[in-house]
């Protein structure tokens, strides 16, 4: 009875254990593994040029805004964070068949869809995003998950000049 009793706590007190084993492990992952930086070559101006000109000849995409984060922070009160611009794309196809259906509808949060752009305290310039594949790993199977492809592989086309691929980490 004495080694049931001492099985069973071995048991639950292992499971408890690995929780938080796997919860300190995905706290550890998650900012590279939900968000992906690429440092690019190019000065900050010219990076923006290039990627609202590589996602307006994407088949389907358009830039919807350009937003001066920077501009913003200071105009309403922030400290001066310098260059940051983020960029708003959308497919309006794709889109469209995401959002037809009120199961779907949530997905608007994410929409358009934004790359920023900045320029670190040493002066590397750099591009950060969502990492679409984790994105749409998470919704595999799903009509959700077969958009979200796609959308992977045209921003990887948009990203090309600086041979970026979406991985897990």
């Not at 037809?100 to 310039?125: C, H, N, Q, T, W």
């Amino acid at each position: 009875m004495l080694k049931k009793r001492e099985m069973i706590a071995g048991v639950i007190l292992g499971f408890v254990l690995s929780l938080f084993v796997v919860g300190f492990i995905f706290k550890l992952a998650a900012p590279t593994m939900f968000f992906k930086e690429i440092t690019v070559p190019y000065d900050f101006d010219k990076t923006v040029r290039m990627l609202e000109t590589r996602i307006n000849k994407q088949e389907g995409w358009h830039v919807t805004a350009v937003i001066d984060q920077q501009k913003e922070v200071l105009g309403h009160g922030g400290q001066d964070v310098g260059k940051v611009k983020i960029i708003k794309f959308c497919n309006g196809a794709l889109s469209g068949v995401m959002l037809s259906e009120d199961s779907s509808k949530f997905m608007a949060a994410k929409m358009p869809l934004s790359i920023a752009v900045y320029e670190k305290g040493d002066g590397r310039v750099t591009i950060g995003l969502m990492n679409g594949y984790v994105m749409a790993r998470l919704f595999a199977g799903t009509r959700e998950g077969d958009i979200m492809e796609k959308v992977v592989k045209d921003i990887e086309n948009i990203l090309g000049f600086v041979h970026f691929r979406f991985t897990i980490f």
